[in-house]
C-alpha cells in the first residue's frame, strides 16, 4: 500500500512571521480557503497568543473553514495553551501545536532552564493541551541541534503525555540531508511512543536545504512534513510546498508516497498569497516562478515543439499553470519564430520567413523579449517592402 505523507501547511503561521509577510485578518481568511481547497492536510492557522489579530483569525478560521485540521501554535505554558484552545476550538478537527526548545544553547540562553525543567513544562503543556480535547503536536525547537537521546527522552515524555505528533524543527536550517535522515531513524527506533503516534518534520531554509532535507526524512520514515507556499517563512524561509509535494509525485519512483494535494490548485494558491502580501517570486522560483515553463532558447523551443517531455518534466496543467511559454528573445530559433507566426495567423513561405527572422533577430538583440506586438510590427514592414 502507497504510504499516505501527510502536509501541514504553516504558511499562516510560520510564513506570515517573516519580515514583510504579515497578513491582515481578511487575508488570512482568505487563503485559508484557499488552503482548503489545495488539500493540506493541516493548516496552522496562526498563533493566538501572540496578538489579538492573530487570535481572532485563528478563531475564525477555526470557525469557518472545513476540511482539513485547524492548528494553532502556543509556547510551553498554561496561558498560550489556553488562549490557543479558545482560537481553535470552534474547528471540527481543532489541533494544539505546543513546543519548547531543547538545544543547549537554547536552554541555557534563551530559556534559563535546565533540561529536566525543560522536560517538565513539555509534559505539563501537552498534559493539559489534551485535557482541553484537541489532538495535540508537540515540538522540539532547534532539535536538530539537541542531544538525540535527550530528544528522545522528551518525545517520549511527550507522547505519553497526549501527544500524537512529535515534531522534529531544523529550526535555523542547519542539519544535512544525511544527517537529519539518521536523527529522523534514530528517533523513529528509540523513542517509546504509543501505536500510531506520527513523526513530523519542519525545516527552514538557511542553506538552501530545506526541502532536500525534507525529502531524506520522508525516506527516513516521517509521515508528516510542514511547509509554506512559496517557500515563505522566517528568514531565507520554510521548506516550499509546491517543491516538496512535486518532488515526491514527479519522483514517486524514488519514495513510493502520495499527498492528498490536489496540485492543479498550486498555481492559484501561489498567486493568491503573492498578491494578499504584495510580495512576488522571483521568475526561477521552481514550480510557481514565472520562467518555470518558459523556454527561450532555439533548441529547447525546437525540442518542445516536438515532444513536450523533451524538455519538460511535468505538465503546466498538473499544477494549475494554463500553458508552457515559448518566449520570443535572441536565443530563440527559426522553428519557433515560424510557430508563433502560425498561432498569430501568418503563413509565409520560406523566403520570407527567412527575411522576417533577420529582421526579429536585431530587435531581439535591443529587446529582453519580443511581444506578438513587435512581431505585428516586424510583419508589418515586411510587407510594405514587398
Ligand atoms: O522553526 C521552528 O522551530 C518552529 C517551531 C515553533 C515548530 O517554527
Ligand atoms: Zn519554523
Same mark, same amino acid.
Given at each position: 500500500?502507497?504510504? !499516505?505523507?501527510?502536509?501541514?501547511?504553516?504558511?499562516?503561521?510560520?510564513?506570515?512571521?517573516?519580515?514583510?509577510?504579515?497578513?491582515?485578518?481578511?487575508?488570512?481568511?482568505?487563503?485559508?480557503?484557499?488552503?482548503?481547497?489545495?488539500?493540506?492536510?493541516?493548516?496552522?492557522?496562526?498563533?493566538?497568543?501572540?496578538?489579538? $489579530?492573530?487570535?481572532?483569525?485563528?478563531?475564525?478560521?477555526?470557525?469557518?473553514?472545513?476540511?482539513?485540521?485547524?492548528? $494553532?501554535? @502556543?509556547?510551553? %505554558?498554561?496561558?498560550?495553551?489556553?488562549?490557543?484552545?479558545?482560537?481553535?476550538?470552534?474547528?471540527?478537527?481543532?489541533?494544539?501545536?505546543?513546543?519548547?526548545?531543547?538545544?543547549?544553547?537554547?536552554?541555557?540562553?534563551?530559556?534559563?532552564? =535546565?533540561?529536566?525543567?525543560?522536560?517538565? /513544562?513539555?509534559?505539563?503543556?501537552?498534559?493539559? @493541551?489534551? =485535557?482541553?480535547?484537541?489532538?495535540?503536536?508537540?515540538?522540539?525547537?532547534?532539535?536538530?541541534?539537541?542531544? #538525540?537521546?535527550?530528544?528522545?527522552?522528551?518525545?517520549?515524555?511527550?507522547?505519553?503525555?497526549?501527544?500524537?505528533?512529535?515534531?522534529?524543527?531544523?529550526?535555523?536550517?542547519?542539519?544535512?540531508?544525511?544527517?537529519?535522515?539518521?536523527?529522523?531513524?534514530?528517533?523513529?527506533?528509540?523513542?517509546?511512543?504509543?501505536?500510531?503516534?506520527?513523526?513530523?518534520?519542519?525545516?527552514?531554509?538557511?542553506?538552501?536545504?530545506?526541502?532536500? %532535507?525534507?525529502?531524506?526524512?520522508?525516506?527516513?520514515?516521517?509521515?508528516?512534513?510542514?511547509?509554506?507556499?512559496?517557500?515563505?517563512?522566517?528568514?531565507?524561509? %520554510? /521548506?516550499?510546498?509546491?517543491?516538496?509535494?512535486?518532488?515526491?509525485?514527479? !519522483?514517486?519512483?524514488? #519514495?513510493?508516497?502520495?499527498?492528498?494535494?490536489?496540485?492543479?490548485?498550486?498555481?492559484?494558491?501561489?498567486?493568491?498569497?503573492?498578491?494578499?502580501?504584495?510580495?512576488?517570486?522571483?521568475? %526561477?522560483?521552481?514550480?510557481?516562478?514565472?520562467?518555470?515553463? /518558459?523556454?527561450?532558447?532555439?533548441?529547447?523551443?525546437?525540442?518542445?515543439?516536438?515532444? !513536450?517531455?523533451?524538455?519538460?518534466?511535468?505538465?503546466?496543467?498538473?499544477? $494549475?499553470?494554463?500553458?508552457?511559454?515559448?518566449?520570443? $528573445?535572441?536565443?530563440?530559433?527559426?522553428?519557433?519564430? !515560424?510557430?508563433?507566426?502560425?498561432?498569430?495567423?501568418?503563413?509565409?513561405?520560406?523566403?520570407?520567413?527567412?527575411?522576417?527572422?533577420?529582421?526579429?533577430?536585431?530587435?531581439?538583440?535591443?529587446?529582453?523579449?519580443?511581444?506578438?506586438?513587435?512581431?505585428?510590427?516586424?510583419?508589418?514592414?515586411?510587407?510594405?517592402?514587398?
Amino acid at each position: 500500500m502507497t504510504r !499516505r505523507i501527510r502536509i501541514f501547511d504553516t504558511t499562516l503561521r510560520d510564513g506570515e512571521q517573516a519580515p514583510g509577510f504579515g497578513m491582515t485578518a481578511e487575508a488570512k481568511l482568505e487563503v485559508a480557503r484557499q488552503l482548503a481547497r489545495l488539500g493540506v492536510d493541516v493548516m496552522e492557522a496562526g498563533f493566538p497568543a501572540a496578538s489579538p $489579530g492573530d487570535f481572532e483569525a485563528v478563531r475564525k478560521i477555526a470557525e469557518t473553514v472545513s476540511g482539513p485540521t485547524i492548528a $494553532g501554535l @502556543a509556547r510551553a %505554558n498554561e496561558a498560550d495553551i489556553r488562549r490557543c484552545y479558545e482560537a481553535v476550538k470552534g474547528a471540527a478537527k481543532p489541533r494544539i501545536h505546543t513546543f519548547i526548545a531543547t538545544s543547549p544553547i537554547h536552554m541555557q540562553y534563551k530559556l534559563r532552564k =535546565s533540561p529536566d525543567e525543560v522536560v517538565k /513544562a513539555a509534559r505539563d503543556a501537552v498534559a493539559l @493541551a489534551r =485535557s482541553l480535547g484537541p489532538e495535540v503536536e508537540f515540538s522540539a525547537e532547534d532539535a536538530t541541534r539537541s542531544d #538525540w537521546n535527550f530528544l528522545v527522552q522528551i518525545f517520549t515524555v511527550a507522547a505519553r503525555a497526549g501527544a500524537t505528533v512529535l515534531n522534529v524543527p531544523d529550526t535555523v536550517g542547519y542539519t544535512t540531508p544525511k544527517e537529519y535522515y539518521d536523527l529522523i531513524r534514530y528517533l523513529i527506533e528509540h523513542v517509546d511512543a504509543p501505536e500510531g503516534v506520527q513523526f513530523s518534520v519542519h525545516c527552514h531554509d538557511d542553506l538552501g536545504l530545506a526541502v532536500a %532535507n525534507t525529502l531524506a526524512a520522508v525516506e527516513a520514515g516521517a509521515t508528516q512534513v510542514e511547509c509554506t507556499v512559496n517557500g515563505i517563512g522566517e528568514r531565507a524561509g %520554510n /521548506a516550499s510546498l509546491e517543491e516538496i509535494v512535486m518532488a515526491l509525485r514527479v !519522483r514517486h519512483d524514488q #519514495w513510493g508516497v502520495e499527498t492528498g494535494i490536489n496540485t492543479r490548485e498550486i498555481y492559484r494558491t501561489s498567486r493568491l498569497l503573492q498578491s494578499v502580501t504584495g510580495v512576488a517570486v522571483q521568475p %526561477n522560483k521552481a514550480i510557481v516562478g514565472a520562467n518555470a515553463f /518558459a523556454h527561450e532558447s532555439g533548441i529547447h523551443q525546437d525540442g518542445m515543439l516536438k515532444h !513536450r517531455d523533451t524538455y519538460e518534466i511535468m505538465k503546466p496543467e498538473d499544477v $494549475g499553470v494554463p500553458e508552457s511559454a515559448l518566449v520570443l $528573445g535572441k536565443h530563440s530559433g527559426r522553428a519557433a519564430f !515560424r510557430a508563433r507566426l502560425e498561432h498569430l495567423g501568418y503563413q509565409l513561405t520560406d523566403a520570407e520567413i527567412d527575411s522576417a527572422f533577420q529582421r526579429f533577430k536585431e530587435v531581439a538583440d535591443r529587446k529582453k523579449a519580443v511581444t506578438d506586438h513587435d512581431l505585428l510590427a516586424i510583419i508589418g514592414e515586411e510587407q510594405a517592402h514587398r
